[in-house]
């Protein structure tokens, strides 16, 4: 098993340009979510899809959107890049959302 | 709406020191509650989980965590810290649907 995989590790984006971060899992969890890192702020919940084609906002949506087409995959996209994007981004998956969570190795994004 | 709070940010300790750390939440539901660990440039991993039952959990590494619910208290603690135990601790707490976290604890042990 690979668990939780994410791409990239490492990404760099001018202010205003779009991308897709990478997240796909291989134990079967209907649950998967993203979080954003900032020091001194602990982790904040961005998006999270409790199965196939459902998914919610969480603390900090804006500027991110997200679909889930699968229950392995569940990428999250930057619509429009902004310097306050500039965090670590953590995708991670469980059986249920209350449950204990699995995480991906992250993504270090810097928008300049 | 739930929320963890983590009153210690940033704690500092001598090796063979005991440790507790804080964690308190609020929700007014059924709580499943985590210890997590983030070592350096690495992603978080389970520490330990209380879900029901016995309210003292231990966990690895000779972690443990006693969930107090009068309290609303889910508190870390280890009787003797080494220096790899060096890290950011965050607690967690699993309500409807989704795991809030704490904004985390950074554990520096000194040799």
């Known amino acids: 098993n690979a668990g939780v995989t994410q791409t990239p590790k490492f990404q760099v984006l001018k202010t205003g340009q779009s991308m897709t971060l990478q997240c796909a899992q291989d134990?079967?969890?209907?649950?998967m979510s993203w979080y954003r890192q900032d020091p001194g702020m602990g982790l904040r919940l961005i998006h999270y899809s409790v199965g196939a084609g459902i998914t919610d906002q969480g603390e900090v949506p804006n500027g991110y959107n997200v679909s889930r087409s699968t229950t392995e995959d569940f990428p999250l996209r930057l619509l429009s890049a902004a310097p306050s994007q500039t965090s670590v981004y953590f995708c991670a998956s469980s059986y249920q959302g209350m449950n204990e969570q699995y995480f991906g190795p992250g993504t270090r994004l810097t928008v300049t | 709406a739930q929320s963890v709070s983590q009153h210690n940010h940033h704690v500092i300790l001598s090796e063979a020191a005991s440790l507790e750390l804080g964690c308190n939440y609020s929700?007014?539901?059924?709580?499943?509650l985590f210890w997590y660990v983030q070592y350096p440039g690495q992603h978080l991993q389970l520490l330990l989980k209380y879900f029901s039952g016995d309210p003292l959990v231990k966990g690895i590494k000779g972690f443990e965590a006693e969930f107090i619910k009068s309290k609303f208290s889910f508190n870390l603690r280890k009787p003797s810290v080494q220096w790899s135990d060096t890290a950011e601790y965050f607690c967690?707490?699993?309500?409807?649907?989704?795991?809030?976290f704490g904004t985390g604890t950074k554990l520096q042990v000194i040799p």
């Open positions: 134990m079967n969890h209907e649950y």
């Open positions: 967690a707490l699993g309500g409807y649907q989704k795991v809030t």
């Open positions: 929700y007014g539901g059924t709580v499943n």
